[in-house]
C-alpha cells in the first residue's frame, strides 16, 4: 500500500511537473512580455526615455526574435532604431544566467547620438540617476574599486553579446553636432566558424571614405582580433572635436583573456599600425610620421591594481623596450610606479627611429656608437614627498658623424640669434665680437656671474645638462599645486631651448630639448664656458632688454663692469620674470624692503664660493639698488604693475 501511495504521488507532481512546463511554454510569450515590458518601463522611466517595439516572441525554447524597437529620449531626437533581430542562445549558459549568443541575425539598427547647442540625445548619460546620487558631495571619497571583478563582468558582457556566427545587414552609427557629422555604414557584416569581414563607408561632412576590417570573434577561447585597412584612413571627428588628425594604412588590435582566479585577471595581447601619421599642435608643429609601431601587452589586472608586466614590448621604426608600468589604489589614493631599462644598443637605432617632423632639428642625423637608458618614475599620491624620480642615458663611444637640419654647434663660434615675443621675432643679433653689445665672459664680474649661477644653476660647471633633483623637486611641487609651477631648468636647458627650439609649447619640445641637451653636454659640442658666456649675453633681462650689456644699461646707466655687488644681485634675481622688474621698486626708483631676504641669500652664498669675504656679505644693504637707466624713465610713462608674488630658483652651491 505504501509503495502504490507513493507511487500515485511521484506520477501527479510529475504530471503536475508536466502541466506546469507545458502551460509556461505555452504562455511563453506572454511571460517574456511581461518581463520585458516591466524592464523597459523601468529603465524608460528612469532615464526618461520613450522605449517601444513592436514584437518580441521566443520562437523556440532557445531562440529569440525582437523586432521594431525604438529608443527616444524625451523632446531629444531618436537616440535607437532597430529593424528586427534574431538571436539563439546558449541553453547552457542561459541555464546558469549568462547569455551567449551563438547566431545571430540582425537587420536595420541605426544609433544617432545628436547635439544641437548645449542639449543633446544623449544627455541621460552622464545625468545622476536618482536625487541621492545628485545630492551627494563630489569630495567624498570613492572605495577602492575591484578591478578584477569589473573587468570579468564587462567581458563577460562583450563575449556573451558576440556571436560566432551571424549576419548583420545595414548598421549605421551617427554622430551629429549642429550642421557637423559623422556617419559610418556597414552594409553587411558576416560572421562565420568565428571569422569575420566586412566593409564600412565613412562619411565625414561629405568626405567618404572606404574600409575593410576583418577578424575573429571567439567568445569560447575568450579571444578577439580585428584589422582595419585601407590605402589611406583618416579617422574622422577628431579634427573637429580634438583638432588632431590621425591617419594611418593598417591598424591591428588583438588580445585573450586569461582568467587565474577569483583574485587576477590577465590580458595578452598586441596592437600595430603602419603608415601612422599624426598632427596636432600640443605634440608638434609638423606633421609626425611613424612608419611602424607595435605594442605587445601583458596586462595583469587584481582587485585593487593594473600592472603592464615587463615582459610587454614597445617598438617604433627600428627601437623596442619593455617598459613596466603599475597603478594601484590604496585607501584612496593612487601609487605609480614606472620603470624601463633599455641595455646598450646602437646609438643609430635611436636617431633613426625618431618620428619625422617631431624632433626637427634631429632628422637625418648620423651617430654612431652605444647607448643605454634608465628610467623610474615611483609616485605614493598619499606622501608626495617621497616620490623618486630617476632618468640617466648613457653613452660609449658615441660620436656624431654629420649633422641633419642643424648644426648642434654653432654656438662654439659666433652665430645668429633671434629673440621671441608671443611667438613672434623681435630681434636678431650676432652673438660673438660683430655685436656692439656683446660682452666676453671674462670682462663680465665674477660678482655677477656668481649670482647668476646662485640664482639659477649653482652646479651649472659640473652636471651634464640635467639635475634630477631639481627636476623630481620641480614635479613634487607641480603634482602638490596640480598645474605646471616649476620647471627645474637648467642653463643648458634654457639655451638649447631659447637657441635651437621653436617657440611652440608641445610635448615634443620637451623630448627634443633633453636629446641636444644630452648630445651638447656629453659629446663637448660647446664648452662651458662659452654656453655660460651665450647666456649671459642673451638673456631676457627686461622688457626688449637682452644681453648683460644691455641690462647693466637699461637698469643703472653704467657697462656691467662697473656693477657694484648690490646691482650684480638685483640682475641674478630679475632672471625668472625680467618683464615684472617694476614689482620690486617703489615708483622713485628704490628697491622695496620685500628682496632683503633674497639679497641675503644670495650674498652668503657668495662669500660660501670666496667671492666676497663675510664682511661684504654682511654689509649688503638693498638701499643701494637705485634706478638711473632706462628703467626709471619708464615709470614716468606707465603706472606700476601690481604686485604679485615673486618666486626664485635656488639651488644649492655647486
Not at 1 to 30: E, F, P, S
Not at 500 to 510: C, D, E, G, T, V
Request: contains cysteine; proline residues 4%.
Amino acid at each position: 500500500m505504501k509503495k502504490q501511495c507513493i507511487l500515485r504521488i511521484a506520477t501527479g507532481l510529475i504530471g503536475l511537473l508536466l502541466l506546469l512546463t507545458a502551460g509556461g511554454y505555452i504562455l511563453r510569450n506572454v511571460l517574456l512580455n511581461h518581463m520585458v515590458e516591466q524592464r523597459l518601463a523601468s529603465v524608460g522611466k528612469r532615464h526618461e526615455l520613450d522605449i517601444r517595439y513592436r514584437h518580441l516572441t521566443l520562437k523556440s525554447i532557445n531562440t529569440v526574435l525582437f523586432e521594431g524597437l525604438s529608443i527616444v529620449p524625451h523632446e531629444r531626437d531618436t537616440l535607437l532604431t532597430l529593424g528586427s533581430l534574431q538571436a539563439r542562445l546558449s541553453l547552457w549558459e542561459l541555464l546558469q544566467g549568462n547569455v551567449q549568443i551563438r547566431h545571430l541575425q540582425l537587420d536595420s539598427l541605426a544609433v544617432r547620438f545628436v547635439k544641437h547647442g548645449s542639449e543633446a540625445n544623449y544627455d541621460f548619460l552622464f545625468r545622476p540617476t536618482s536625487e541621492a546620487d545628485a545630492s551627494a558631495p563630489s569630495t567624498t571619497p570613492r572605495s577602492e574599486e575591484d578591478y578584477t571583478l569589473r573587468i570579468n563582468k564587462l567581458l563577460d558582457l562583450v563575449f556573451g553579446f558576440l556571436p560566432g556566427n551571424g549576419t548583420l545587414t545595414h548598421l549605421n552609427i551617427t554622430e551629429q553636432k549642429d550642421n557637423n557629422y559623422v556617419n559610418l555604414h556597414i552594409p553587411q557584416f558576416n560572421i562565420q566558424d568565428h571569422r569575420f569581414r566586412t566593409d564600412i563607408v565613412a562619411d565625414e561632412d561629405h568626405y567618404v571614405q572606404r574600409w575593410q576590417a576583418e577578424g575573429e570573434i571567439n567568445p569560447s577561447d575568450r579571444r578577439l582580433s580585428a584589422t582595419l585597412h585601407a590605402p589611406h584612413i583618416t579617422l574622422p571627428y577628431l579634427k573637429r572635436r580634438l583638432g588632431a588628425e590621425v591617419s594611418f594604412d593598417s591598424l591591428t588590435c588583438r588580445f585573450e583573456q586569461q582568467c587565474l582566479g577569483r583574485e587576477l585577471t590577465r590580458l595578452i595581447g598586441q596592437t600595430e599600425v603602419n603608415g601612422l601619421k599624426v598632427y596636432h599642435r600640443r605634440l608638434s608643429p609638423e606633421l609626425v610620421n611613424l612608419d611602424h609601431g607595435r605594442l605587445e601587452f601583458h596586462l595583469n589586472i587584481a582587485p585593487t591594481s593594473i600592472e603592464l608586466d615587463s615582459t610587454s614590448l614597445v617598438r617604433f621604426n627600428r627601437l623596442d623596450f619593455h617598459p613596466y608600468l603599475k597603478v594601484e589604489q590604496k585607501n584612496g589614493y593612487w601609487h605609480l610606479t614606472s620603470v624601463t631599462d633599455k641595455p646598450w644598443f646602437p646609438a643609430e637605432d635611436l636617431f633613426t627611429s625618431l618620428p619625422r617632423g617631431l624632433f626637427d632639428n634631429l632628422d637625418d642625423i648620423r651617430i654612431k656608437g652605444q647607448l643605454a637608458y634608465h628610467f623610474l618614475l615611483d609616485v605614493d599620491f598619499a606622501h608626495l614627498d617621497s616620490l623618486k624620480l630617476e632618468s640617466e642615458l648613457k653613452g660609449k663611444d658615441v660620436h656624431i658623424e654629420s649633422y641633419g637640419h642643424t648644426n648642434l654647434s654653432k654656438m662654439a663660434e659666433e652665430f645668429e640669434y633671434t629673440a621671441y615675443e608671443d611667438d613672434r621675432p623681435v630681434r636678431t643679433f650676432a652673438v660673438g665680437p660683430s655685436w656692439e653689445h656683446f660682452t666676453p665672459l671674462n670682462q663680465i664680474p665674477a660678482i655677477l656671474q656668481m649670482a647668476v649661477l646662485q640664482s639659477e644653476d649653482g652646479a651649472f660647471f659640473y652636471h651634464q645638462g640635467f639635475l634630477p633633483d631639481a627636476l623630481r623637486e620641480a614635479l613634487i611641487q607641480d603634482l602638490k599645486v596640480h598645474r605646471f609651477a616649476r620647471g627645474g631648468s637648467t642653463i643648458s636647458m634654457q639655451l638649447v631651448k631659447n637657441v635651437f627650439l621653436n617657440r611652440n609649447k608641445n610635448i615634443a619640445r620637451k623630448l627634443e630639448e633633453a636629446l641636444i641637451v644630452w648630445l651638447i653636454e656629453h659629446q663637448r659640442l660647446t664648452s662651458k664656458e662659452r654656453m655660460y658666456e651665450v647666456y649671459l649675453n642673451i638673456a631676457e633681462w627686461g622688457p626688449l632688454v637682452y644681453g648683460i650689456h644691455e641690462a647693466a644699461d637699461f637698469y643703472f646707466a653704467k657697462r656691467p663692469s662697473e656693477l657694484t655687488l648690490e646691482e650684480s644681485i638685483y640682475l641674478a634675481s630679475i632672471i625668472p620674470k625680467p618683464k615684472h622688474f617694476k614689482n620690486s621698486f617703489t615708483p622713485d626708483g628704490r628697491l622695496k624692503d620685500s628682496q632683503k631676504g633674497y639679497f641675503r641669500l644670495i650674498a652668503q652664498r657668495l662669500a660660501a664660493k670666496g667671492i666676497i669675504n663675510e664682511a661684504q656679505a654682511e654689509g649688503v644693504d638693498i638701499a643701494n639698488v637705485v634706478l638711473r637707466g632706462p628703467a626709471k624713465e619708464s615709470f614716468a610713462l606707465s603706472k606700476p604693475e601690481p604686485s604679485s608674488s615673486e618666486s626664485h630658483r635656488f639651488t644649492e652651491p655647486g
